[in-house]
């Protein structure tokens, strides 16, 4: 009986301590999390504007949606956003993510001068990017121009400004960037894979390649899927980290993505910038975003998983 | 405890403990912090006032001088029963604030860049100080000047800043600093590579072919001496007419064509025309814009801040937006067309604009003209360069000529001179180029410059009870003619306010200063200020954006010196990028 009086009364605190704990965070997710995005979806269908001193927010259904149709018709910029978008994609599943994982199984495998790679590969992920932009600006418009110049007799007055130039610079920052942001990932699912199957394909006489293709590419397979997925649901919020690089609303025209783009549109709202009265549109371009990637995301995670290689 | 209660208890400390640092990383942005405060001890026997001052390239020397000079005077008076005088906090860092962030900012009173006056208006964040503005400003605790701050403000400014919120119009705020672009010239560049046009040759070049512009028939048009007598430059005169001087401008392109012969001449002498800055690109827009505003006039340009009124300098344009010329090769204009929100699209044929584009391409028409890392540097690095570049034997001793600037260039260069006696010395002349007319029969008009940034004032609506009455009397006391002195003769800059300044003040300014008031006060320039004046334009003020209304195309390009700087639209002419502008906006345009 007494047991069973301290076994409730231990549930009960335990239950008391666990509210206790989890109520506040709950509480944030609901503020945060779910009012947030509600509100965004509704901020979509209504008019923001303030110029009398007073906020007046009106239902205009369809209005800000118009609008984007209105954009996409009538400017060219909509449309080298979403190209340049889809040129970031392609760099991300084509280049990036066989590369990063090539590079994790060099280290897991500590060849020469691995624990060098690591500690390259993964700094840009533990120093501050303005750091390495800076660093980059400077290499690229110092160092490289100088070269440039004294093999070619070419002066590049701006790697950065100019179109002809600007795409090589940004993309060589990104696929340094996106290097350094996986490769712990794929480190970590390729030390999952069983060294004793790794050592029995060895002593088969398999090569490193073999290995690599039919052994842990079927293992991490799982890891790519998920890194993929979120490639693909991130298209619509991918910067290319050209505000890093340009600021507010500097970047040209010929290097943004649609993250840029619709940062741009919130930063740049109002006379002077960063007033909300363009923010309706701005949601409204996320839900449009969203109807398009969510579908195309979701499947694409289930084609990739249904046809994809199996660890059997 | 079971395992199932562990995996419970882990997530929930999981859980409050990210939840605690997200609390606390808000906490920190909520309040702003005060992070750029100085540490100072409060003084428990006077009021405090916080003071929060976006301290960049204006600096903080005034403001210091005058926090000081308030304190001293309001040192016996008792704002707070038990206290006497007035202890102001500073706050000061090269930042601003969000408006979600204001009400927990124990600052009260702000004097800020880039802000959205409205966004802080209609959030309530701004404190009425109709009061203030429509009072004398202070200028000890028992004296106001006779006149309100309010008889200072611009007709625009009256209607950018008196807002209804339903109880009849009110002011928030009042603007801070005035903010042109510029090209700044090194006058001791031209006068010891003689680059002034010399007396006689007024509308010389008229005539000349753009081959001629560019060779060295061009020598002919420059002074002998550095002491010689002028050509009239730009205004078309000399000397003093009805008491308005007219001779600063004497010696200095005229036209465009004088400008190109200026440029020839430049490069011929060893001598780089411009440097600009890459970090700020926005700046050469702003140089655009300056040049469209003052081709076309303080009254013709605001119709586009109004999208009201009869535009008669419009372009004659066919179905397609291509430039219609005269049998002589003139651009053919429209009669007097009526500017309505629904066809305000046609303000981009004025033809300042499309004049504006012809001098871009003018400037960027080789790459001789710029300092060669134009592109590449920021602009503290190109206010070094333009200070002290052949000095420092930083431009392959070559003298840089001209610069791209705001009017603040010279506080904020203020560590690039050897001293502030060296910066206040009469060897470092600098001054603001007033920017040739289009052709000759322009010659003779009005100089007009146009303000664009926002720089605000106001009091914290959340400021405690006690210290309202020590903000007001801070922003009033800011705003006497008196203080608005130490401003500019600190600075070199004025305050975004009608006012004189004193004998006193114009000496103690360094060259620039003088010559930058002098040009931005004179008769023959119209200020006017990049601000919404009508209902419809404060609710397009998106579209209005300073940065990108003027040369935005199709494809989204918004800076017309970017386009130039692409070797693929270098043979592109002023007319072709004009009506790519024109039809980006007849096309698109859409007005709430």
């Known amino acids: 009986m007494a047991s069973g009086k301290s076994m409730s009364k231990n549930k009960r605190s335990g239950q008391i301590f666990f509210w206790t704990m989890v109520i506040l965070p709950l509480v944030q997710f609901c503020i945060f999390y779910v009012g947030v995005n509600f509100n965004s979806i509704i901020l979509a269908f209504k008019s923001y504007e303030n110029h009398t001193g007073v906020i007046v927010q009106d239902w205009v259904g369809f209005e800000n949606f118009q609008t984007i149709l209105h954009d996409w018709n009538t400017s060219l910029l909509l449309k080298t956003a979403v190209k340049n978008t889809f040129k970031y994609l392609a760099i991300d599943i084509l280049i990036i993510m066989p590369a990063t994982m090539l590079f994790a199984y060099y280290i897991y495998k500590n060849f020469a001068l691995s624990n060098l790679f690591k500690v390259l590969i993964f700094a840009p992920s533990i120093i501050c990017i303005m750091v390495l932009v800076i660093f980059f600006k400077g290499f690229m418009e110092d160092a490289v121009s100088q070269v440039i110049y004294k093999t070619t007799g070419t002066y590049i007055e701006s790697m950065f400004l100019k179109r002809k130039y600007a795409f090589y610079p940004l993309t060589i920052f990104y696929i340094m960037f996106g290097f350094s942001g996986n490769i712990l990932i794929y480190l970590n699912a390729i030390s999952n894979i069983s060294t004793s199957m790794l050592e029995a394909a060895t002593i088969d006489g398999a090569s490193e390649f073999k290995i690599f293709i039919q052994i842990v590419l079927p293992s991490i397979y799982k890891t790519c899927v998920s890194l993929l997925v979120i490639s693909v649901s991130a298209i619509g919020s991918n910067q290319a980290y050209l505000h890093s690089f340009y600021g507010s609303s500097n970047a040209p025209e010929y290097a943004r993505t649609l993250g840029y783009h619709l940062f741009d549109l919130v930063a740049t709202s109002g006379v002077d910038g960063d007033n909300p009265t363009q923010y309706p549109i701005a949601s409204a371009y996320g839900l449009v975003i969203t109807f398009i990637v969510a579908p195309v995301t979701l499947t694409m995670r289930w084609l990739l998983n249904k046809y994809g290689p199996s660890e059997d | ?592």
């Open chain 2, 1 to 592: 405890m079971n395992k199932t209660n562990w995996k419970k208890a882990l997530l929930a400390f999981t859980m409050a403990a990210t939840t605690m640092l997200s609390a606390v990383g808000c906490g920190a942005r909520g309040t702003g912090g005060a992070g750029g405060a100085d540490n100072v001890d409060i003084d428990t026997t006077k009021s405090q006032l916080y003071l929060k001052y976006y301290n960049g390239g204006v600096n903080r020397v005034w403001i210091d001088d005058v926090i000081s000079q308030f304190e001293r005077d309001y040192a016996d008076v008792e704002f707070e029963t038990g206290k006497k005088g007035v202890q102001i906090i500073k706050d000061f860092d090269k930042s601003g604030i969000s408006v979600s962030a204001i009400e927990k900012n124990p600052n009260q009173v702000f004097m800020l860049v880039g802000v959205e006056y409205y966004d802080y208006a209609s959030n309530g964040v701004m404190m009425d100080i109709s009061d203030v503005v429509q009072k004398g400003a202070a200028l000890s605790p028992n004296q106001k000047e006779e006149a309100t701050i309010e008889t200072k403000l611009r007709e625009s400014q009256k209607s950018f800043y008196q807002l209804d919120r339903g109880d009849g119009k009110k002011y928030y705020a009042l603007p801070f600093f005035e903010s042109f672009m510029n090209l700044i010239y090194n006058v001791s560049v031209f006068e010891d590579k003689k680059l002034y046009f010399a007396q006689g040759k007024d509308g010389e070049t008229e005539t000349w072919s753009d081959e001629d512009l560019k060779s060295s028939k061009v020598e002919d048009l420059f002074v002998k001496r550095a002491t010689a007598p002028r050509s009239l430059g730009p205004d078309g005169k000399t000397g003093e007419i009805d008491g308005v001087n007219y001779s600063a401008d004497d010696g200095l392109p005229a036209t465009y064509k004088d400008f190109q012969a200026l440029l020839t001449c430049m490069v011929r002498r060893n001598v780089i025309p411009f440097i600009w800055n890459a970090t700020s690109t926005d700046y050469l827009t702003g140089l655009a814009n300056e040049a469209w505003v003052n081709n076309e006039g303080a009254e013709q340009f605001m119709l586009n801040m109004s999208f009201e009124g009869t535009a008669d300098n419009l372009v004659a344009l066919d179905d397609k937006g291509n430039v219609q010329y005269n049998e002589d090769g003139s651009v053919k204009m429209r009669d007097a067309t009526e500017i309505t929100p629904s066809n305000a699209y046609e303000l981009h044929a004025q033809k300042g604009k499309l004049d504006a584009i012809e001098f871009v391409k003018m400037m960027m028409g080789s790459s001789d003209y710029r300092y060669g890392e134009s592109f590449k540097m920021d602009f503290r690095a190109t206010q070094r360069y333009f200070l002290n570049g052949n000095v420092d034997g930083l431009t392959d001793g070559k003298d840089i000529a001209m610069m791209v600037e705001g009017t603040w260039w010279n506080s904020e260069a203020r560590s690039d001179y050897a001293s502030e006696e060296d910066r206040h010395s009469e060897d470092r002349k600098f001054a603001i180029l007033p920017l040739p007319k289009s052709d000759i029969s322009k010659v003779g008009e009005k100089n007009t410059k146009v303000s664009e940034r926002q720089t605000l004032i106001f009091i914290n609506n959340f400021c405690a009870d006690y210290a309202v009455p020590i903000a007001k009397e801070f922003v009033s006391y800011l705003h006497s003619d008196r203080v608005m002195n130490v401003f500019s003769k600190d600075t070199d800059m004025l305050r975004a306010l009608n006012y004189e300044l004193t004998e006193d003040t114009i000496q103690g300014m360094s060259y620039f200063g003088r010559s930058a008031y002098e040009f931005a006060t004179s008769a023959n320039t119209d200020v006017i200020e990049w601000l919404p004046t009508s209902n419809t334009t404060k609710k397009n003020g998106t579209l209005l954006d300073w940065a990108s209304y003027g040369f935005s195309t199709t494809a989204g390009g918004k800076n017309p010196y970017l386009y130039y700087f692409e070797e693929s639209n270098a043979k592109v002419s002023p007319a072709t990028y004009f009506k790519d502008i024109y039809n980006n906006y007849k096309n698109s345009w859409k007005i709430s």
